[in-house]
């Protein structure tokens, strides 16, 4: 637990919002910087546990509506998260953990609800849900590239003018059919979700150099096939 | 059941006839086809087929047609019983089974999650029985906690008996809406689904299995009658007899189903033990467990649709010295997204020989590559077990698990295996 060189990934809240393949984005991290020589601690932060602020990658993932509005309320009475990202900790947060990150969110019945707060994002409820593949290209300024995951979700997101999109949707739906995803400062969220770092690993390496510095390339293995292969299925579409 | 009223009788034969030739064409087993048919003449087809009858309406995340065939097994100590084992487990299918056996008093119907509150309603079931509920198919199938709240208001207006897993939090919950109950400690492998309260949210002491409880609001695990000691491969029963269950399906997956089968039979007035006799005649369902010898190898079935099930395969697999073949594809009935690979722990694979195939093996790879897992690539069962057949000539078993598709890809290819 005392690890203090090791690079910190905090696992938001995996009783709540861990649906379909979240735990795959704190796998791929710990991964990829252990490959590099980076040493890591990953800490499970539970609904009932205080959030640490000393965390250097913060994870949420995604949830029912239920969990989802009790994760939020309880992010919120903690504080612990939104204090760990005014430090300039990095978070990344998919789905519905994406959702709450932001200023408001909708319920089942579209009523807004109050979000943690650090990502300047207002999210709502789309008419249709959004089932798919998706595919989009990253902003320029984050070094580009394209990402591609698996949406499944009903909201509709805004963006405000502290954050800019993470990317241009291609393929699919992702906020609004435009853009997919928001960033600000080191706070990233994105729709696609589950195991959006293993099917991206240059994103999941934009976090860690984020984080460490320059990191030296990998040998390139099972993750990139991946990635090729469903860029290339998205597209064929 | 043979005092149908004249449209309803029409509609029936209409449906079987529909049934008989979907299966002469050789489309299908006419199991949903038929009950298409019927339900366009009777709109009220299934509630006028189920009068009369002592139905038992079986659902559940997994194990929902093992479960049925081991029930409709014993109760077919009385004689004939209506059942859907076809696995078609939507109304269409409900009516064609009802159909084809006018005569039978007692009747099993697996029925899939989404359709229980509905079917409910139309049958009047004696009993409904209840497993599990973890997350499965999620780009297309309920959200499992908003499942339980309709499973739960719909018990609460009915006048059934429910036989339920105590072990499941939010199976238990849902039960615990029904105005009569029996409780069986079936286990719960795959808890990912419920570490948090059904009823406020709070985060559950789970601390001492099965147990269960509510820090926050009181809800608290049903106390059991019937109880399942995996360990000693027991039965216990309500009378506090211990039953060896000496099954012929492996694993405490299969031991669960067989309890809530046996608490199910004494609802209809079965004694466990003969229930269990009866049950042990089951080896196979619908071909899953079973095995196909092929090039000289016994190769043994697995079905895993969802992490939970993998977890339970995961569980009865041969001793390490037997290679194993994963194959995973993401149709439409697998659902289309592979996410879920990542909520299994492939960890209890390292140091065993892995395969692994089907149209997501490049997902398997990356994934059993992250946890560390050696595997090997391949199209076909064949092109295994001839590479391996070429380095250890006496070689006899090979586990295969694969997911629904991919499953019956490979049961077709060894000629649609029982």
């Known amino acids: ?69 009790l994760a939020a309320e309880r992010l919120r009475a903690d504080g612990g998260l939104a204090r760990a990202a005014a430090r300039g900790a990095c978070v990344f947060a998919v789905c519905a953990g994406y959702q709450i990150i932001g200023e408001t969110y909708g319920d089942d019945e579209a009523n807004p609800l109050p979000g943690v707060g650090i990502l300047d994002i207002r999210s709502g409820r789309g008419e249709s849900r959004a089932v798919g593949e998706i595919v989009a290209d990253i902003d320029p300024a984050l070094g580009g590239g394209r990402i591609t995951g698996f949406e499944n979700h009903q909201g509709r997101t805004a963006i405000g003018p502290s954050a800019r999109p993470l990317s241009t949707t291609v393929v699919g739906t992702g906020n609004d ?12 969220g994105t729709y696609l979700h589950g195991p959006a770092l293993p099917r991206n690993p240059h994103l999941a390496d934009l976090l860690l150099s984020w984080r460490v510095g ?14 090729e292969e469903r860029l290339a299925a998205a597209l064929r579409q | 059941m043979s005092e149908l009223p004249l449209r309803a009788q029409l509609a029936s034969v209409l449906g079987r006839s529909a049934a008989s030739l979907s299966r002469a064409t050789g489309r299908g087993d006419g199991s949903v086809i038929g009950g298409r048919v019927a339900l366009k003449v009777e709109p009220d087809l299934l509630s006028q087929l189920a009068r009369g009858r002592r139905l038992a309406l079986v659902s559940a995340t997994n194990g929902k047609t093992t479960t049925t065939r081991l029930i409709s097994q014993a109760l077919r100590e009385f004689g004939e019983v209506a059942t859907n084992e076809h696995g078609a487990n939507m109304p269409t299918g409900h009516i064609t089974a009802l159909s084809n056996s006018m005569s039978a008093v007692n009747g099993v119907l697996e029925v899939d999650e989404k359709y229980l509150p509905q079917v409910l309603v139309a049958t009047q079931p004696a009993f409904v029985v209840l497993m599990n509920l973890s997350r499965d198919q999620m780009d297309r199938a309920s959200e499992i906690n908003l499942l339980a709240k309709k499973w739960r208001t719909a018990l609460g207006k009915s006048n059934t008996h429910v036989i339920a897993n105590a072990d499941d939090p939010l199976v238990a919950w849902a039960g615990l809406g029904a105005p009569h109950a029996t409780w069986v400690s079936a286990g719960q492998r795959w808890k990912e689904d419920s570490w948090c309260c059904p009823e406020c949210g709070g985060h559950l002491r789970r601390d001492r299995d099965p147990y269960w409880e509510c820090p926050e609001c009181g809800l608290s695990r049903p106390q059991a009658t019937w109880a399942v000691d995996n360990d000693s491969d027991v039965l216990v029963t309500p009378q506090g007899e ?34 269990l006799e009866r049950l042990r005649e089951v080896t196979s369902v619908a071909g899953r467990y079973t095995s196909v010898v092929t090039m000289g190898v016994e190769v043994r079935l697995l079905l895993a649709k969802n992490p939970a099930g993998w977890l339970e395969s995961f569980a009865v697999l041969d001793p390490p010295h037997t290679p194993v073949i994963l194959s995973v ?25 892995v395969f692994v195939m089907g149209e997501r093996r490049t997902d398997l790879a990356l994934r059993l590559e992250t946890d560390g897992v050696h595997f090997e690539v391949a199209d076909r069962v064949d092109e295994v077990l001839g590479r391996l057949k070429a380095e250890q000539p006496g070689i006899t078993k090979v586990d295969l698990i694969a997911n629904y598709t991919a499953f019956q890809q490979i049961r077709t290819a060894y000629g649609r295996v029982q």
């Not at chain 1, 059919?177 to 990233?188: F, K, P, R, S, W």
């Not at chain 2, 211990?242 to 039979?265: C, Q, S």
């Open chain 1, 1 to 69: 637990m005392s690890n203090t060189s090791a690079l910190r990934i905090v696992w938001i809240y995996p009783d709540l919002l861990s649906t379909y393949g979240d735990q795959g984005n704190v796998l791929i991290l710990k991964r990829r910087a252990e490959l590099r020589g980076i040493p890591t601690e990953v800490v499970r932060v539970n609904s009932s546990d205080h959030v640490p602020e000393q965390g250097d990658i913060y994870l949420l993932g995604g949830g029912e509506d239920r969990p989802q509005i």
């Open chain 1, 177 to 188: 059919g435009h853009t997919e995803g928001a960033y600000q400062g080191q706070v990233l």
């Open chain 1, 214 to 227: 320059r990191i030296a390339p990998l040998q390139p293995s099972w993750g990139e096939r991946l990635h």
């Open chain 2, 242 to 275: 211990r039953l060896k269950l000496r099954l012929n399906l492996p694993g405490d997956a299969n031991r669960a189903n067989a309890a809530i089968a046996a608490a199910t039979a004494a609802g209809y007035g079965l004694h466990p033990a003969r229930t």
């Open chain 2, 329 to 353: 594809n993401a149709q439409v009935p697998d659902g289309r997204d592979t996410s879920w690979l990542w909520d299994v722990d492939y960890r209890v694979l390292r140091g065993r020989r």
